[in-house]
């Protein structure tokens, strides 16, 4: 079937390259026409502005905006909407926040327009295994759309099928799933990231350990110098920890067991902060996805406020001047 | 080659299973006379006593010990060292703490026996899959043994191969290192544990807030009803978030998306403790390791002292009293 | 001066007492007419509905608003902002969101009536202490009504001054400060309730540690039968730790060590979870005051879902199944 | 009565002064002639050996060792105990573990050598406001050295009494306990640390939170300005979160707002670490505690493997590259 894409980066651009690959027809369009250019060159049809692309897409249309989450897709959500009519579908499948997915919903649903949110993980390595998506909004839309979700996603490929899920809905094992109305895509996908946010730590903290088993704050006679590139290898092979994680960890060893390429700092993107908000509006503890947030806060931190103050205290009650 | 198991249950007797199914020989000894029967129709040479054991070995001897950590263990291999002699090899494939290691490796030193410490990840499944395995222990008897480790560990099987480990240490793909002196490897096997709490609160915890989308807490507009058996499977299909943990996951809510069969109580096996113990000493922060060991230890109470000596506080200080 | 008050409860009631018995006037209004009536007895004036409050007040009018937080108090300060007029006051003195007080002083300030949030900390011991209040608005506002906040106030009492603050602001160390425009008070009065939070939990956590100093997981020849009040009284002296919330501890101590009155269920009210959300925003880790407020969370749960989902991996992977 | 003084720091040597002005005598002996001169010249007998000391004691001897915990305690313990005889008590005043004072009280026992563990909390503000002192050892030495305990304490004070303690013993509203057998005294001053490090945690992550309100991340109308300086002031007046703690904050702001003498750096004593040990053997959660001391880990560190960790792994999946 027919996609319209708005946003031509590595996300986009891998879509409709996997779309295209598999039959399917697209009308792209991006701010950069380069990035026009180059998925025409691969099959697509090429627009030169949202109105365009709206023009050259058949009814009932679908358009597919893959932009950075935040004010340019709400902007181009906002624009679309304005151009489109009833029974088109918009689907956003950034990362936006769930909360905006239920306004905009409720918006075009006046308009009688459909809002369909896709969560979508596999970053880079998309377009080869496929895109496992999480997909809100209402099932008429959803349903139509069948055809872009299947060619998408992974499908069952070599992963052992779970035993006991014959009367299940068939589409999870296909790498797809339709969580609910609009805003359960965003919101599955959202708590997807808090809880990659804790695994990343808790591997981060245990290699960490490992790292430092030759400490000097340990006595001489219990100290181990460890080859933590072979450790993560060796874990990939029947242990319980094996994920793609540490797939992607014993790489990175594997290349530079130092890692000395990177600075300590690390970057967060919204998801893990809102799944911290929806846990705290749900009353649910959630202390391990809050600390791996957290230490991503920390490592961008040099002298915090917070420590100087334990020194300032230190200093007040017992005379401690800090060693350094 | 010939090994020495002593120790029937579960992991000893399939430990035995798999050697003897490469064409290895063993002789095997248990408290209990039937789990030794079992092991000698499946081809092992049966031994109704420590003593009787050794004496069956072939010197330089090798004998696995696989019991519960702590004294049963330690009684073993103290017996075991009285009855063996210099270039002997005694191996705790258990689960010791690392410092008994240490200590117990410079005891049997003094008498020229070696001693190995395997830590062993697997569990049920090892049979089948293999065991990864966590090796300390001075290279002579490491590498003496290495038919055996090479005969129970996995293998290369399926698993992508790690790039850019061509120069690397071959045993870590086939599954099994050589970590260090002894100790060494009970210490990574610790610290594996100590992940895999992590990795499983984060998922538990990630899971609650799913379940808890449709909370009462949550405004009316904001609710979402998740099949979480679904959301389980459809992240083992290319999500960031894939892992043994999930698939078992899957497997588990593809049975009962309640998990009524569950108390809601859960133990925890020494690994974790020490894992904290070791971070404390190395100056390591582990605050999401940390977080996943008190989440079982809570599991275990109900209405704890902690929590009423907060309500007191309240009644305190804002005559506040609580709800329930 | 003459202060109008809707909302006669505990803290209400005691703060109109407070000002009654300095001089200063006040009319006062609650949904209860008997309340109403207590205070007229204490040389009020009583007012039977917003209308009659605003009409008995001279202008230009000062009205503080003393109800619960969320919807009774946003309805509240609505129809007040419709009675009143230009140069008016409306004081929330209750525990509102610091952004709902940023919405109300900008709507508000369209009509040039001012808003001025108060978060006051005292509770049921108010009315002999004082109330330290942390206050945000206008500065005309907040300068015109100095001589109220001057009475509600503690004042220096015999807290030792802090050295080095003479050319500082003299009245936050008579007790209450002018913290920055509409919204500061309560976003600082939100702070110190995470505060709060964080102080209890550290406590809880370690008069548990005393409590299971004699457990039955330790070593008999490591356990001690500590007497927790006694400890409790000790640390109010000269220790490092003493503080109010120790005051109070060692008092709830003294009646019943066990604390067998109180189930174990701990409630929270919204600052603690703002707290959160503002770090959040603020890219500020908040390991300690995440961790407080999830222990309350806890606390009101029996069996967790996250709990059961360890349970059921350990099964999956070790075929555990756990004790109890 | 008389007490022996090994150690003359500023702990040991304001001991002394405190009992030499009540009318105790001391014999005191210090590595460094000259603290020995300083105390004579206030009126205590001069040692210039431990064995001098300990012949100077009349029978029965009372010795206290105020010296760094570890190696060097250590063994002057066991050197005084060659020296001393049966009913001479020796003392312990510094920071020991709990676990050497029950094997050093064990050794002693058997020369019915009494031993004492006192932690005393009260750092450089013991002098002048007396110590709080948490003593363990066996009933007869402990009332032997009442006097002395009695002495050092800070006594009722202004402190205000609790409520309901008429029946309880009279020592702990005096500023000093008996908490138990040997090792009980150390045991219950290590929780004392741990609560320490939890509420200053707490309180520097609220203020951390407070100085970063006007953080660039947030929305230019959710901005405010905040003086930190009074706010810890104007909490020292009637608020819920008042402490010894927070005047020292609120001294320390009053000099600097910035903390810029300080650099960030957090040295921690082992108290804390033990605290969690302790914690941890008794399965008694304890995330605030963990996290407070995690935090002065953290402190100590730039670029944590851990965190590189964490972004190698987001460039393997998302082929993300940090920003700085």
Redesign the interface.
Known sequence: MQLGMIGLG?MGGNIVRRLLGAGHTAVVYDQNPQAVAALVEAGATGADSLEDLVGKLAVPRAAWVMLPAGEITEATVQRLGGLMQADDVIIDGGNSFY?DD?RRAAELRERQIHYVDVGT??????LE??????IGGDTAAVDRLDPIFATL???L????R????DS??P???????H???S??GH??KM???????????????????????N?K??PE??R????I???A???????????????????????DEQ?DD??????DSGEG?W??????????????????????????????????????????????V???
């Open positions: 590595r909360k239920l993980s596999g970053g880079v390595w998309g295994r496929g895109y496992c998506m999480m996603a992974p499908g490929g070599d992963v052992p779970t035993p006991g899920r299940r809905d589409r999870a094992e296909r790498g797809y799933i969580a609910g109305p805003g359960a919101f599955v708590v997807h990231n808090g809880i990659e946010y804790g695994l990343m730590q808790a591997y981060a903290e245990g290699f960490d350990i490992l790292k430092h088993a400490s704050d340990l006679g219990q181990f110098d460890l080859n590139g072979d450790i290898e060796v874990w990939r092979r029947g242990s319980v920890v094996s994920s793609w994680l540490l797939d992607l960890t014993a790489q990175a060893l594997a290349g890692l990177f600075s300590g700092f690390v970057a902060r799944t911290l908000n929806a846990a705290i509006e749900e009353s649910v503890p959630a202390n391990v996805l809050s600390a791996a947030l957290y230490a991503r806060f920390r490592s961008r931190e040099h002298a915090s406020f917070a420590d100087k103050l334990l020194s300032a205290m230190r200093k007040g009650f017992g005379g401690h800090e060693p350094q």
